[in-house]
């Protein structure tokens, strides 16, 4: 699932991780609840005879995610946002997001984003429609041998990028961004071992990471991790002072199961002082897995 978000009036196609925690803290911070307690995750409890389920996210906090006849995602929007996804060609997918603020519409942009054979975004072109048009960017994106993500970068300043680890699992650990001059500017650390060595917990339905320039729910950056992770250091270099640190954020991450293991609240909360910082909710629509032979 997605990691921290910041709310802002509008946050271009900023992806997704869910980051979701446990801490050996963690009875002192979540109310008690007639659910089970297991591996620093909180589980529906259910006396029901459990069948495997196909979940297809239909929201993500205050954000309704629409499904087209084929399946493909067609829509997303909540409070301050709409956007729509057309797919002209095999290899093509295009989005127009409207953002709003007070009612009013802010700004307007078109997203062309260009598909390797294996369905992985290679290149995006990200054009203002409204209130002037005004081609933005165009975004280069390379891949591991192993189809994971390696690195994005502006096309006209190939130095402006940012540069994908992964751990021994295959989970993406750290994401470094430089400048246009080549300089460390950020660095984000993931972790996937919960406090007091939670074992790894495998990620359901995972999304993009939402510290980036990502959508957070188009499937068409490759997978980022296998397991959930549970806490998320962001550090922020100043760079008229190279390695000197001008800001740092950590977070770790709680979350609500269902009975088939699937996230459906993720609560973030500061590592320092272990206030929360928000809540979101996830919503499936449910249907039985089709075993074909």
Do not use: W
């Amino acid at each position: 699932m997605s990691l921290f978000r910041k709310r802002a009036p509008f946050v271009l196609i900023i992806t997704a991780l869910l980051g979701l925690v446990s801490c050996q803290e963690k009875e002192n911070i979540l109310p008690a609840t007639d659910m089970s307690t297991t591996a620093g995750a909180r589980v529906q409890s259910t006396d029901a005879l459990t069948i495997p389920m196909v979940h297809t996210l239909t929201n993500r906090g205050d954000v309704v995610l629409s499904y087209g006849a084929d399946g493909k995602l067609n829509k997303v929007e909540d409070y301050n946002f709409v956007q729509f996804i057309s797919y002209p060609f095999d290899n093509a997918l295009v989005t127009y997001k409207s953002v709003y603020a007070n009612d009013s519409l802010k700004g307007k942009f078109m997203l062309s984003v260009y598909l390797n054979a294996e369905k992985r975004v290679t290149k995006t072109e990200l054009v203002t429609t409204f209130p002037k048009t005004l081609r933005t960017h165009t975004e280069l994106f390379e891949y591991y041998p192993s189809g994971q993500l390696s690195k994005h970068y502006d096309k006209n300043s190939p130095s402006t990028r940012a540069v994908y680890g992964y751990n021994a699992d295959g989970d993406l650990s750290l994401v470094t961004y430089y400048n246009g001059a080549g300089t460390v500017i950020k660095k984000v650390n993931l972790y996937y071992i919960g406090f007091g060595n939670d074992p790894l917990l495998n990620d359901k339905y995972a999304l993009n990471p939402e510290f980036d320039i990502f959508d957070i729910d188009l499937r068409i950056y490759g997978k980022f991790s296998k397991n959930l992770a549970r806490r998320i250091t962001i550090k922020v270099y100043d760079i008229t002072n190279p390695n000197a640190l001008k800001l740092q954020s950590d977070y770790y991450y709680s979350y609500l199961l269902d009975a088939n293991g699937y996230a459906t609240q993720r609560d973030c909360y500061n590592l320092n002082g272990a206030n929360l910082v928000n809540s979101v909710k996830y919503l499936y629509s449910l249907s039985p897995l089709v075993l074909k032979f």
